[in-house]
């Protein structure tokens, strides 16, 4: 007779979004007949409010959920795949990637149609601040970009105040909060998040960080094989697909999490593309393509070329001066941001080298 199996211990950030996360990976283990405790951890991201940008961006929230893996401490640790690092770490391996969510962004506080001069809009990834800049350039409107730090709570309250005019924030941390309805949405993205007007932002207009929407199972390599075989029933084969690809993209750029990088992998037939791929007029920037004759995977992207750092300077007494965890200290940017956008087409049995043959191809421009 063999004995009751033993508990998961799952390893995850303290936060609503990464809690939620980690409660998704324990519904799906427990359903497999395998009992479950979190465990949370408390990362460096979590304790210093700079700009991620300043203090390394690649790997502050996920060092410590990775320390407590190899210490024994957790069985797996529960990641946003956007926020893990590229490079493999010793010791570890990523057992299962989930099946991804939206993988777009959500403009909230506005719609597409709203954006004018001097809109202030809040955000604290460079990927998203060097394609708003483009984008309201775009529609002849020269709008500022802040960077701003904390949960959806904290970002939307800054709107709430009256601090930023919008925030960009991902749809499928908004899912995962049921801050947006699941299911399909109206064709023109326009929704309401939190009472206040919002659109989810098509791939045409931002693409995402590598691996966003996608959640990613850690565990060290010496792992009770029974457990890793379980976390392993996880994977979602098509998502791994896409995610090598992406990450791999990232890798080959030699960038970090902060980058201004925007990448989407798709595996798809020639008219079917998942909501937010279908492809439009890219508005006039440089496409560059490279195409495989046995092509059933489309990697495209978007890089962001700066000479300065990533966000507009504050101005005396704006927000971000005023010593608030949502506002880090700032540094100015240069607007005059050169957008290359790219796409390339492999097989998906190659999908790592399909992102190091587009990224060569960016790096080339």
């Known amino acids: ?6 508990t998961i211990r799952i390893g995850a950030r303290r936060s609503p979004l990464a809690r939620a996360q980690a409660e ?27 700009e991620l940008t300043q203090i390394g961006g690649t790997g502050v929230f996920t060092s410590a ?35 991804r969510e939206d993988t777009r962004d959500v403009l909230v506080g506005l719609r597409l149609d709203d954006l004018r001069d001097g809109t202030t809009l809040g955000t604290g990834a460079p990927r998203r601040a060097v394609q708003l800049h483009d984008l309201a350039g ?35 941390g908004l899912r995962r909060l049921g801050r947006l309805p699941s299911g399909e949405l109206p064709a023109d993205g326009v929704v309401e998040v939190a009472g206040l007007p919002a659109q989810l932002l098509g791939h045409d207009v931002m693409l ?40 791999a993209f990232l890798r080959e750029l030699e960038a970090g999490c902060t980058a ?16 937010g791929d279908e492809p439009t007029d890219g508005g006039g920037d440089l496409v560059k393509s490279v195409r495989d ?35 880090p200290s700032t540094t100015p940017e240069l607007i005059n941001t050169e957008v290359i ?17 587009l990224a060569r191809l960016a790096l080339s421009q």
């Open 24 to 50: 998704l990976v324990a519904a799906r283990l427990e359903a497999l007949g395998h009992p479950t405790r979190y465990v949370p951890i408390v990362t460096h991201g979590d304790t210093d409010r700079r």
């Open 260 to 275: 201004p990088v925007g990448v989407r992998a798709t595996v798809t037939g020639p008219t079917t593309y998942p909501r």
């Open 138 to 172: 775009r529609r002849d409107a020269a709008v500022r970009v802040l960077p701003v730090r904390g949960n959806v709570d904290t970002r939307i309250g800054l709107i709430l105040q009256g601090r930023v005019d919008a925030v960009v924030l991902a749809a499928a």
């Open 293 to 327: 004759t046995t092509a059933d995977l489309t990697l495209r992207a978007v890089v962001g070329k700066t000479i300065g750092d990533t966000f507009d300077e504050p101005t005396e007494g704006s927000p971000s001066t005023q010593r608030d965890p949502a506002w």
């Open 65 to 99: 959920v990775r320390d407590a893996l190899l210490a024994g401490e957790v069985d797996v640790g529960v990641h946003s795949l956007k926020d893990l690092p590229t490079a493999p770490a010793d010791g570890l391996r990523l057992a299962a990637v989930l099946e």
């Open 208 to 247: 995402p960080a590598p691996g966003q929407g996608a959640i990613g199972c850690e565990i060290a390599e010496r792992l009770d094989p029974a457990l890793a075989q379980a976390i392993g029933r996880l994977d979602h084969p098509l998502t791994r697909i896409e995610t090598t690809a992406e990450r």
């Open 341 to 357: 956008r790219i796409e390339g087409h492999g097989s998906s049995s190659a999908a790592a080298d399909v992102g190091r043959r």
């Open 1 to 6: 007779m063999t004995g009751a199996p033993r």
